[in-house]
């Protein structure tokens, strides 16, 4: 059992958790992530660390609440325990002096790509940031982000805030400017990561992407995670999670993600319900008080 | 009852082990052998010829004191049994459950020579489950705290035995597990069918009131190095199994319904995929579907006989060899012919196709005809030019066997592996290339069974026992 030291929500269904952690939060790198349950009946989910802090040895996440799962992690408040915890998996991100790194996050991708632009930042590197959001109140960890990029650029699908278009239309618009740029790194909704990967790919860019396949046991063990890249299949939890965009089979992870979609539309069904008839009957305690 | 001369015990017959019949078993996840009545144990412990030089204990890879024990059972001494049953065995209600007995104890077997030998594997499962009903759980005989403290890496049978041997000895024992639950495969891969996860857990908390620490959700290797278990603990086991599913390399395989077994079993098992929506975790639905598990020892029978039990409409095994060859146990492969399991022999997996939607469809196999023995003594298939047939599935379950998980090796550079990554080990001590490591189980021998996993952790519990009574030598 671990106890959450803070939760508050940064965006409408995103929430960032510190949780208590000290043997993750002392060994953690960035680009790694941990495995969460919520309860003793709950799946395994994978959940990228955001920070940690050595001082209270807690790890930070963040949680966009898509489905049953995510939606009552959501729920959770300071004080509340979540089952387990395991960590940290996956490899840590190849961090080098690139030159020029583009880090770019795509709603709740940003709270990967910000670890990972801290540490290019402190590894040398000239950092571009782009950061998106569907609107201005889904653009998140800009602060943070601000800290390590020399240049930060939010954009916004509806122009309501920053650069108004997708991620990829800065990043073209930085590349048709002539701007030199050695690596980027991309993290978020896949259609975004394949994207950028084809905005990259004729300038022949060295182009990251952090691959979120489903995992159940994220040590190896289940191979439930396999992805295809270069024609080849590797499990994202140990041989990843991060894959060159170029060579990454998208179609073929946008497909295996699909695979409990019905499952996934039940369980949240049965979930509202579930705190539908709670609420009612909270409310109608609450009257008869 | 006065004693019987041998020929009376030789006109015995061997007493069978009641079960739940086919029809009704297939529709749920109960246990399928009942166990033996008092009645039925005390008849078969009878059968014994209580040999002089009893083979049976060699025939084990823990050297149960087998005779002894079920002399005890004879004469109704149940409480007794016991105790000499666990003098040996950590998990006795684990192994009377799931040890190969007929290629072990049962094999070599004297009464076995001219009738069907003692069933020592149901009269251990008997005792075991007799004494947890009845009794409960006994603190044994405890050796005196030595102060000195051994790390256990892998919360599986071999760590499991290894653990229970090493808190007698006197050692401060925690075992770390990488999973929310300890059992390692008694928990994530064995079917509630063939051993119900409350015995596994029965048994760890025997363990627990031993004295043993456990440490749930701890990767070693990443949560916590060998190196620094090291500075914290004066030895260190690693027993953490085969953990890496080979797949069949062949096109198609990451198609939608392509399972490893190690993740169709672990949904339902360790997750409690059967229970959904009730448990969160999902299995794919396998109502009237068709479904193909590839491979023939324990695990694909686990896997195919799962899939039954999940509705599936038909459940095959394909095989590229015959059921000579299939390394299964016999008991295993009866109970999924009961079951209705179809088996497809002599059929290679050459490629799965799918739909538009990514699903798998089908798998097109190569029929293969037996040849000559190849290094294994089997007989090696080869494939018959242009006998390619193609088989509608819905689903395909991969249980070709498992290769060892890299986290250790990679995080420990100066531990010797093999090609394959198995870590290399004196087979007397089971001491690695790392001072104050010691290894067994499967990570050792590639994928084996339970029991010598068990083997295995005993062997290295009295290796480290030694080691800590004289550290300096290696």
């Known amino acids: ?289 | 009852m006065p004693e019987l001369s041998n020929k009376e015990r030789m006109q015995i017959p061997r007493q069978h082990m009641p079960e739940q019949s086919p029809s009704e078993r297939i529709r749920n996840f109960n246990e399928v052998n009942l166990g033996y009545t008092i009645e039925l144990a005390r008849t078969e412990a009878e059968r014994c010829l209580r040999c002089k030089k009893p083979v049976c204990v060699e025939g084990c890879p823990v050297a149960v004191k087998i005779p002894d024990f079920i002399k005890m059972v004879a004469e109704g001494r149940f409480k007794e049994a016991a105790d000499i049953l666990k003098e040996d065995n950590a998990l006795p209600a684990v192994c009377g459950r799931v040890c190969p007995q007929e290629e072990q104890c049962e094999k070599v077997c004297v009464v076995g020579k001219k009738n069907p030998p003692v069933a020592i594997g149901h009269l251990e499962r008997f005792v075991a489950d007799w004494e947890r009903m009845n009794i409960g759980f006994r603190i044994p005989e405890m050796k005196p705290k030595t102060g000195k403290k051994v790390a256990i890496v892998g919360g599986g049978p071999a760590g499991l035995s290894c653990a229970k041997d090493l808190i007698t000895m006197g050692y401060d024992v925690t075992v770390f597990e990488a999973l929310h639950e300890i059992g390692g495969v008694l928990i994530y891969g064995i079917p509630e069918f063939r051993l119900p996860k409350e015995i596994v857990r029965a048994e760890v908390d025997y363990l627990r009131q031993l004295g043993v620490e456990f440490q749930t959700n701890y990767v070693i290797g990443l949560t916590e190095t060998v190196d620094e278990l090291l500075q914290r603990y004066d030895a260190v086991f690693i027993g953490v199994g085969a953990g890496l599913p080979y797949f069949l390399n062949v096109p198609g395989e990451n198609l939608l319904g392509v399972y490893s077994a190690n993740e169709f079993l672990t949904r339902v098992n360790l997750m409690r995929a059967f229970e959904f929506p009730r448990a969160d975790t999902p299995i794919m639905n396998l109502q009237g579907k068709d479904v193909a598990v590839f491979g023939g020892g324990n695990t694909a029978m686990d896997a195919v006989r799962t899939a039954l039990r999940l509705g599936a409409k038909t459940a095959m095994i394909i095989y590229r060899r015959t059921e000579a060859e299939m390394p299964a146990r016999i008991e295993e492969i009866k109970h999924a012919k009961e079951e209705g399991v179809q088996f497809i022999f002599l059929s290679a997996p050459l490629e799965f196709l799918g739909d538009d939607e990514g699903w798998v469809r089908a798998v097109k196999v190569q029929k293969m005809q037996l040849g000559e023995p190849d290094a294994s003594g089997r007989r090696r298939p080869v494939p018959i030019d242009g006998a390619i047939e193609t088989i509608p599935i819905d689903a395909a379950i991969i249980a070709i066997g498992n290769g060892s998980n890299p986290i250790i090796s990679k995080t420990t550079p100066d531990l010797k592996v093999n090609k394959w990554g198995n870590i290399i080990v004196d087979p007397e001590t089971m001491k690695t290339s790392k001072k104050g490591v010691f290894a067994g189980g499967d990570i050792v021998t590639g994928g084996a069974t339970v029991i010598l996993a068990m083997g295995a952790g005993r062997k290295a519990a009295k290796a480290i026992d030694e080691y800590l009574k004289n550290s300096e030598v290696w």
């Open chain 1, 1 to 289: 059992m671990n106890r959450i030291i803070e939760a508050r929500f940064i965006a409408p269904e995103i929430k960032l958790f510190r949780i208590e952690a000290p043997k993750i939060a002392q060994k953690r790198k960035p680009g790694q992530f941990v495995v969460v349950r919520v309860d003793e009946l709950g799946e395994r989910i994978p959940l990228t660390i955001a920070d940690s802090n050595l001082d209270d040895g807690t790890i930070t996440i963040i949680v966009q609440g898509v489905g049953k799962t995510t939606k009552q992690l959501n729920m959770l408040e300071a004080g509340d325990y979540v089952h387990d915890i395991v960590g940290p998996l996956g490899k840590p991100s190849e961090i080098e002096n690139y030159g020029v790194a583009v880090s770019i996050g795509g709603g709740v991708g940003t709270a990967i790509a910000y670890p990972t632009a801290k540490a290019l930042k402190e590894a040398g590197n000239y950092v571009i940031g782009i950061i998106g959001g569907r609107t201005k109140e889904f653009v998140i960890l800009e602060d943070e982000m601000r800290q390590f990029c020399d240049e930060l650029y939010p954009t916004t699908d509806d122009g309501s805030y920053g650069f108004h278009g997708f991620v990829t239309h800065k990043l073209q618009q930085l590349l048709e400017e002539g701007r030199k740029i050695d690596f980027v790194l991309a993290i978020g909704p896949i259609p975004m990561m394949r994207a950028v990967a084809e905005v990259t790919r004729p300038y022949g860019i060295k182009t990251v992407v952090s691959l979120n396949p489903i995992m159940v046991d994220a040590t190896g063990m289940c191979g439930g995670c396999r992805v295809t890249v270069d024609n080849k299949t590797y499990f994202a939890c140990v041989d990843g999670p991060e894959f060159d965009a170029h060579k990454v089979d998208f179609d073929n992870l946008i497909k295996r993600n699909r695979m409990y979609l019905e499952h996934e539309r039940k369980a949240l069904e049965n979930f509202i319900c579930r705190i539908d008839v709670m609420a009612t009957k909270l409310e109608k305690e609450d009257a008869r008080a």
